[in-house]
């Protein structure tokens, strides 16, 4: 049969034809079933000649039973399709509620992740993920949360940028998996299986010869009467005896052995993955990855997907008699063993191989998706400029794009402002865009370049009752952290949100232009929002500090915010106001 398809051009017709055909092979299949053992019962009271019918009727059979799982295969991966429509339009329009979160993911200790929403609720790791098995998901997070490398970074940005003109692959790949796959099994046992050898001796191919030929032999000569039907009995205990040699390792087999569908999921994606021709090198040593030893892993998995059906269905009720009666486990077991040891460790590799598919696949997905246009590139200076920048989880229509430079003369920025003026957000943006840029996507906004720098990020810092730990002293520790990375050598863009807010005003003041004079001794660069409006007066005394805030328009009854970041300090503040509007009256008592 033809390959499965995978276009989402007129999904609601193709919908109906495929279940019409579904339920008209399910017709046949059961006309089919009954007539073969119509013809099974006349074969038997009649004449051996009905014998033929009764083969014809079970190929035909056993080959509409493959016809209709096709087409309930191709409804599944037309469903998948429907429902990758759904969550496209559901992530344009940042509608993320019932997206998987990846909460797991998130760390405290982390350099950034926590502080610019990488994983949660309404988070960049719901805008990212296409993957479709734990493993890819696991590998997807752990590519977000990693430390910035420019090679790598470009490496992955050509080949997500050829990733993104092959649209119907990652259709594909991603259909295919949220279709066929089924996570039933651990990969780990099936890995372990497929390296352990098969102890083989030469007694289960005797045997595998032995049982068909001596079970054909005994009915002949039982069905024209020269012996009587009781050595039947005889003939299926001594093959109970032998068939307990292979059963252990047949049902071992069996445990880890994917199911078939999940099989079917690794023969369509890695299909589709043999038949593209790449030209980005790190898309071309992965496809080479994938076929190892130079076998082609969607034939290996056909061969075992056909092998593993019989022995997942060796307990079925229609399988029970044949292989007592010709000893059949033992012909299974030799075919298995032969596999395994020709190409077993060809596929141990493939699961993994997979999962860095799955997350290749959601780069090419997230670009096209969300039209990722932006420009990026690394600079060897440590320098991060950023133009008409904006947040990713903002509506792209209602979002406020502002623009920054750090630099060698812009080592520092003061970032003063009115509250919910957008300080936190902008600072967020531009971290979020640098996690972007490492992962290879494109920026949102016009142009972003990065020197090699590395991130990190003081913004959420929250008390720990179980270690007695509060909110400053959980702060003081990520400057701690700060300071010793930076004391070290290391070139860092810090993001600091309302810098030592935990202690009182002249505390605070003193504190933050300690720890400003002391960064400037490094090589770090970043920013630092504060409400201490006394510290501006840095700029004219201390070289490479500049000022840029945030403002808001105060009405009678309201306060309106333009989000557009202006340099200097802020003029005025809000927070009195805030507090007016909120419902406090203030006044003598």
Known sequence: MNGFDFEREGLDRKLASVRSRASSLSLLRLVLFFGMGLFFVLSIAEHPLWLL????????????????????????????????????????????????????????????????????EHSLFQLLNHTVSKGGKEQLARLMKSSF???????????????????????????????????????????????????????????????????????????????????????????????????????????????????????????????????????????????????????LLRELDRLGLWVQNRLNLLYLPINLLFWTDFLLFTQLAAWKKRVGQSLSHLPENLEKWEVLVSLGAFEVELEGSGKFEWTDEAELIATEISHPMILPQKAVPNSIDLDSDHRLILLTGANMSGKTTFMRTLGVNCVLANLGLSPFGKHLKLGRIQLYTSMRNSDNLGESVSSFYAELKRIHTLIERLESGETLFFLLDEILKGTNTQDRISGSEALILQILQTQGLGIMSTHDIELSVLEQSVENVHNFSFHSEIHDRSIDFDYMIKKGPCPSFNAHKLMELMGIRFGKL
């Open 53 to 120: 019918p009764t083969v014809v009727a079970a190929y035909f059979f056993v080959r509409s039973v493959g016809w209709y799982n096709f087409q309930k295969d191709q409804e599944s991966i037309f469903l998948a399709l429907e429902k990758m429509a759904d969550q496209k339009a559901k992530r344009q329009n940042r509608m993320l509620s019932g997206f998987d979160s990846g909460i797991e993911f998130s760390d405290k200790s982390h350099p950034f992740c926590n502080d610019l929403d990488l994983f949660g």
């Open 149 to 299: 490398n420019k090679d790598e970074s470009e490496s992955r940005a050509q080949a997500v940028k050829e990733l993104t003109s092959k649209p119907l692959f990652l259709q594909a790949m991603e259909a295919a998996g949220l279709a066929l796959r089924k996570d039933d099994k651990e990969n780990g046992k099936w890995i372990y299986w497929l390296n352990t050898a098969e102890k083989q001796t030469a007694l289960p191919k005797v045997l595998a010869f032995v049982g068909p030929l001596g079970g054909i032999t005994l009915s002949i000569l039982i069905y024209i009467g020269i012996l009587p039907v009781a050595i039947l009995g005889v003939w299926t205990l001594i093959g109970i005896g032998l068939l307990s040699t292979v059963f252990q390792r047949l049902k071992k087999a069996d445990e880890a052995i994917p199911v078939s569908s999940t099989l079917k999921s690794y023969l369509v994606r890695a299909e589709q993955i043999e038949n593209q021709n790449f030209t980005s090198c790190k898309l071309q040593v992965s496809q080479a990855e994938l076929c190892k030893d130079g076998a082609t892993p969607s034939v």
